[in-house]
């Protein structure tokens, strides 16, 4: 693979006399615009606004931003608000919705990443979709256009299936041309295929443009992260445990791969979702999201956290207060 070529390239030269190269341990990586981030996540991304848990708050933006956050991302069905036939238009109602969201962000001093959530049938049948997907962010490139740099655009969550890392890789760059037209200069989001995996990514050759980040998502281990998770198919077993030395130089070598990658491309990186189910253990949550947190931040990664307040919160909202072992696992005081 082309990290790991980079990767023996800088210790070769950092090794040879005479020669002044920051190897992949030193190097810097591009600074992301966003550092840390909490996702929405059980609130636009549904199939109607809070049936999963979680309506949009303009009070939240304020405490979200006062805890230390920068960001928020903000995971949004278009699908499931756009018409199936041409010109695919989406309903203005929801569009003012996530126009109003985005405002709201905008006046907390907060920056508002929006993405493409859960296009599923983008996924099943790529080449029948890509014109529908292209006028669902035409239409977010108008309804954002002169909006200032706080909004950033990720274009798909999680591709999978059908949607591999050659097809992501095309659609990707069909997209950015998109929102090109209208915002030359918006930071845009870019994964990859495998449900936005990390293993998907190092095989991706994202669009050439200055003003992308590269992303991935980490849960790994999933039958630690995801254990007893209703909504996984089956769930994992509940009682897994995590913090060996073996775990954590698994999570530190991951995390060497993804900094080789972003040097080589010369691109921010940004973690766009990391966590634990709710039910794991607090303690077990808190030392897993900690670790990771800290090894994202010591290679110069951004990171969002999945999420705020459902099935793998730091908030709880029938107190309204913040957990606060699991705030603290992010936030440093």
């Not at 070769?12 to 992301?32: M, R």
């Not at 949009?56 to 006062?66: N, P, Y």
């Not at 529908?132 to 274009?155: H, K, M, T, Y």
């Not at 254990?227 to 089956?234: E, I």
Request: proline share 6%.
């Amino acid at each position: 693979m082309r990290y790991l070529a980079i990767a023996a390239a800088l210790m070769i030269a950092a090794c040879s006399p005479g020669v002044q190269v920051a190897n992949a341990e030193s190097a810097s990586v591009k600074a992301s615009p966003v550092q840390r981030c909490v996702n929405l996540g059980g609130s636009l991304e549904g199939p109607s606004e809070g049936e999963w848990g979680y309506t949009v708050r303009r009070a939240d933006f304020k405490r979200i931003k006062e805890a230390g956050f920068d960001t928020i991302r903000l995971p949004v069905k278009w699908s499931g608000h756009t018409a199936k036939d041409k010109p695919y238009t989406i309903d203005p109602d929801f569009m003012a919705r996530v126009k109003e969201i985005a405002d709201w962000a905008i006046e907390a001093d907060l920056q508002i990443i929006i993405d493409v959530h859960h296009f599923d049938a983008l996924m099943e049948r790529p080449e029948a979709q890509r014109p529908r997907l292209g006028a669902i962010w035409r239409q977010i490139s108008e309804a954002f256009e002169g909006a200032p740099d706080n909004v950033i655009f990720e274009l798909i969550n999680e591709p999978r299936d059908k949607m591999t890392v050659r097809k992501t890789d095309s659609v990707n760059r069909e997209l950015l041309a998109i929102i090109r037209e209208k915002h030359p200069d918006r930071w845009v989001i870019v994964g990859s295929a495998g449900w936005g995996s990390l293993e998907a990514l190092l095989k991706s050759r994202p669009p050439k443009d200055d003003r992308i980040i590269l992303t991935f998502h980490n849960y790994d281990p999933y039958d630690f992260t995801h254990q007893g998770a209703f909504f996984a198919n089956p769930p994992p077993p509940t009682g897994t445990r995590w913090g060996t030395r073996d775990d954590i130089s698994r999570m530190k070598l991951g995390a060497k791969q993804a900094r080789v990658f972003a040097l080589e491309q010369g691109h921010p990186m940004f973690v766009g979702e990391f966590g634990v189910y709710e039910d794991v253990p607090l303690e077990q949550r808190a030392k897993w999201t900690r670790a990771f947190r800290e090894t994202a931040e010591e290679n110069g990664f951004g990171w969002c956290h999945w999420d705020f307040a459902t099935t793998f919160k730091i908030y709880n909202q029938d107190r309204e207060t913040w957990i606060h072992s699991m705030l603290g696992a992010l936030i440093d005081e």
